[in-house]
């Protein structure tokens, strides 16, 4: 980075990072959790996971919503010499940063299946089903704003956490900046920049 430039993330981008390899391995724990009967028998297996489904994805949709709206609002500028880390690596970075809780959770997923059939996979799936939900939110957060939010490289442990304690603030740069469109997706159409 030249003449003290930072490395930037997309905050959507982070946000959303989890969001594929949590739904497929919920949904692949949730399929092979189907084989066992269980202590409790699939079919009070397969209500309850989809009970932890819901409440799985509403709370990480909701949960910090708040944080995110305040440090939007005092979002700075990014600066000239500032670097936009590309779409791949921020996702690159969230997986390795957290592949051993992935693998563990993927884990005592299959695990509760011998306990309650299939209900730890559901909970997996929408915990990812939650992240893509909150990346939406932040999506329709800087479509109003005509701003997208990036969060400092730096300030993310293992890749994650774009509004964690160690992040004081935001930048933001115009909405066709960057590889990803509003909400951390991939752009459709190359976008001018």
């Known amino acids: 980075m030249a003449r003290g430039g930072l490395g930037l993330a997309r905050v959507a ?9 949590l739904w497929w391995l919920g949904a692949v724990a949730a399929g092979v959790g189907a084989v066992p009967e269980g202590l409790t028998g699939r079919r009070i297996g397969v209500l309850a996971g989809a009970v932890l489904f ?11 919503r708040g ?3 305040d440090l ?11 670097v936009l880390q590309d779409r791949a690596v921020t996702v690159r970075n969230w997986r390795r940063g957290h592949r051993w809780w992935l693998l563990l959770g993927f884990a ?17 799936a929408g915990l990812g089903a939650g992240l893509r939900l909150k990346a939406a939110w932040i999506g329709r957060l ?11 490289v730096d ?3 293992r890749g994650g956490r774009p509004a ?5 603030g935001l930048r933001g740069t115009g909405i066709a900046a960057g590889d990803a469109a509003p909400g951390g997706a991939r752009r459709r159409t190359a976008a001018l920049v």
């Open 13 to 21: 981008v982070v946000v959303r990072a989890g969001a594929a390899p």
């Open 54 to 64: 819901l409440a799985g994805a509403a709370v990480v949709a909701l949960v910090r």
């Open 67 to 69: 944080r995110y709206a």
């Open 72 to 82: 939007a609002r005092g979002a700075a500028r990014a600066g000239k010499y500032d």
């Open 108 to 124: 005592a997923a299959l695990g509760s299946a011998f306990a309650v059939p299939v209900a730890g996979g559901l909970l997996l």
């Open 142 to 152: 800087e479509r109003e704003r005509e701003t997208l939010l990036w969060v400092r």
């Open 155 to 157: 300030w993310l442990r």
């Open 164 to 168: 964690g304690k160690a992040v004081k």
